[in-house]
């Protein structure tokens, strides 16, 4: 698949199952994360991975911060199937730090541009992905589950896996008409 291909055709996965992406696999979509544009080469990032065990313990991590928040019990059991939804989720933080020439808005975008960047990987490697955010991203109990600074902030829950059902490409659509010149 060549770079255009990706870029016009790349759409989410949601209905993702076993197998997770492998070494190799996993490797070149992390190598792919850190390619984004990166101002100060500052690597305002962190990437945790979850499979196997570690999916269970977000799982744990989601009903503890649903429950401190005072959720329902509907949305408590909901929220200990989140991360089941895939074999991998990769928790993208942004790991922020004043800068002079570099506001921590620009260094959040760049762990965005991380989740993005590893998503076509996926997708370039025949994997499928769905980048969630959600409640969870900007609740301060997981941040301290998982180990986060006050500062930093979840950017995506990236669910990677095997696509279960094969999904139609979207239609194109026209860039042009959210465009203007000046």
């Not at 269970?56 to 200990?80: C, M, P, R, T, W």
């Not at 490697?125 to 902030?153: C, H, I, K, M």
Request: charged share 20%; glycine share 8%; proline share 7%.
């Amino acid at each position: 698949m060549d770079a255009i291909e990706l870029l016009l055709t790349r759409q989410s996965t949601p209905r993702l199952t076993s197998p997770a992406p492998n070494e190799r696999e996993l490797k070149i979509i992390l190598d792919a994360a850190i390619r984004v544009p990166d101002h100060g080469a500052l690597a305002p990032w962190e990437f945790i991975i979850a499979t196997g065990q570690g999916l269970e313990s977000l799982a744990d991590i989601y009903v503890n911060a649903a429950k401190a928040s005072g959720a329902d019990e509907d949305f408590i059991n909901k929220a200990k199937g989140m991360p089941m939804r895939a074999p991998m989720v990769i928790t993208v933080v942004a790991k922020t730090q004043q800068h002079p020439k570099v506001p921590v808005l620009e260094q959040q975008i760049a762990a965005g541009c991380a989740t993005m960047a590893m998503q076509q990987a996926a997708f370039a490697l025949g994997l499928g992905a769905v980048w969630r955010t959600g409640d969870f991203a900007f609740d301060a109990n997981v941040n301290a589950a998982l180990g986060l600074a006050p500062e930093d902030q979840i950017v995506g829950f990236l669910y990677v896996g095997t696509p279960a059902v094969a999904a139609p490409i979207k239609p194109q659509k026209d860039g042009s008409q959210y465009a203007r010149y000046l």
